[in-house]
Nanobody
């Protein structure tokens, strides 16, 4: 089992920045690809970003490419999502996710989910 706990969400004005953190505990964190997904009200949960277990590969949804950066610190069992130039359409609950395969994670093949953290971007 891997337990994931997100933090760092909040209310921010359009154009602002936030950094989300996800702390992992339990089984070997470093063996998992890690990702972020988001779910806006009334919409499906969607992939945002993924990072390989070594941290040497990343991939982003087109909607956040160039604005968001995913990173991880295996020594701290943590993964981060730096969000810049935020837009009102980025408003959603953001979920941290762990998966055994980097590519499959982008398709929603998630082994473990966090509980989510709310990000609200005002216009």
């Amino acid at each position: 089992q891997v337990q994931l706990v997100e933090s760092g969400g909040g209310l921010v004005q359009a154009g602002g920045s936030l950094t989300l953190s996800c702390a992992a505990s339990g089984r070997a964190f470093s063996g998992y690809a890690m990702g972020w997904f988001r779910q806006a009200p009334g919409k499906e949960r969607k992939f945002v970003a993924v990072i390989s277990w070594r941290g040497d590969s990343t991939y982003y949804a087109d909607s956040v490419k160039g604005r968001f950066t995913i990173s991880r610190n295996n020594a701290k069992n943590s993964v981060y999502l730096q969000m810049n130039s935020l837009k009102p359409e980025d408003t959603a609950v953001y979920y941290c996710a762990a998966g055994s395969d980097y590519l499959d994670l982008t398709e929603g093949a998630v082994d473990y989910w966090g509980q989510g953290t709310q990000v609200t971007v005002s216009s």
